[in-house]
């Protein structure tokens, strides 16, 4: 598996809005006509004296910052996983089903009233297996929704924390590099010229590790863009639910008990089936707005998977 992952459409400026992004790639050549500088060369620490830095700097990141890091992203792979929407998502499929059975023209006929009864009392025991699994998601997300989202912070203060250490590092290897052209320019024997091409074989393996913490990071702050979006549809989801889907259902049941109740002994005639009928309309509108906000809420929850994945496998790698 690469390093990179595509970046998230539902966080599309994930990786363009900040402002503090470290350019992965080895800082630019240094101008040679700056070492003439007495500044430039009083302040320049060694090449030897920053690679231990910067090595030091890594190890503490795999030590602490980066096992730190994965823990919350355990703790956002757990809450994900306490919102699982399947049963919600058949429960809202088999309603609108049974809406699309029920056959009100089967209700004026003696031989196809039987039927016309069962597929209602389906619907109405579909109806209120739908309103007891809303009310439960919905009280559910009141009540982790503000914990989860103190979580999702976690995951933002950590990668900033760490990316901080990065950028570190990154100005490290640049002087680093800096002084290595020095020495070259000055080198007149080979073992020194064969230290400074070690040093700078170490510098280049440093900054892969460096550039490894960097995409972590970055893919950490992509993953909290896209925890707050799902927040955002869950919210717009438990709405639906409460606010469309619970009424127009109850109204539905409210019009068609009374007509089940009769079909059971006699033909119904078509003046008794028009409030049925609008009411039932009103509930498939509903339902398919549900539908496909929870199908918007699958897609992202699926992204969040691989994102967490991936996350999870590169924290195991730098640690």
């Not at 003696?110 to 009392?121: L, M, N, S």
């Not at 976690?154 to 900033?160: K, T």
């Not at 927040?231 to 068609?256: F, H, I, M, N, Y």
Request: glycine share 4%; hydrophobic share 45%; with cysteine.
């Amino acid at each position: 598996m690469t390093d990179y992952m595509p970046e998230s459409s539902w966080a599309e400026s994930a990786q363009h809005s900040n402002h503090d992004f470290w350019e992965s790639t080895r800082p630019a050549p240094f101008q040679e006509h700056r070492l003439t500088r007495p500044s430039a060369r009083v302040h320049r620490r060694p090449a030897a004296a920053l690679a231990a830095d910067v090595n030091e700097l890594l190890e503490s990141m795999a030590r602490k910052r980066v096992p730190r890091l994965d823990a919350v992203r355990a703790r956002v792979a757990q809450a994900r996983a306490a919102m699982q929407i399947e049963a919600l998502e058949d429960a809202v499929q088999t309603l609108h089903a049974s809406t699309t059975a029920l056959d009100f023209l089967g209700s004026r006929g003696g031989e196809t009233a039987a039927e016309f009864v069962r597929q209602g009392q389906a619907l109405v025991g579909a109806s209120t297996a739908l309103r007891h699994l809303a009310a439960a998601f919905v009280q559910r997300h009141a009540s982790e929704a503000p914990v989860t989202r103190l979580v999702w912070i976690d995951l933002a203060l950590e990668s900033s924390s760490l990316q901080k250490r990065t950028r570190q590092a990154a100005r490290w290897l640049a002087e680093m590099d800096q002084d290595l052209v020095t020495r070259r320019r000055a080198s007149t024997s080979e073992v020194t010229s064969r230290a400074i091409e070690e040093l700078a074989r170490r510098a280049q393996a440093m900054h892969t590790r460096v550039q490894a913490v960097h995409r972590l990071c970055s893919h950490a702050r992509t993953v909290h863009l896209v925890c707050e979006q799902l927040g955002e549809e869950r919210t717009a989801v438990c709405t639906t639910l409460q606010d469309k889907v619970g009424p127009a259902s109850w109204r539905l049941e409210q019009e068609l008990r009374p007509l089940l109740e009769a079909g059971a002994y006699r033909a119904l005639v078509p003046t008794e089936l028009i409030a049925a009928i609008d009411a039932r309309h009103e509930l498939q509108v509903v339902l398919t707005q549900a539908g496909a906000q929870i199908i918007r809420l699958h897609e992202g929850d699926a992204e969040l998977a691989s994102h967490l994945s991936w996350m999870e496998q590169k924290a195991r790698s730098l640690t």
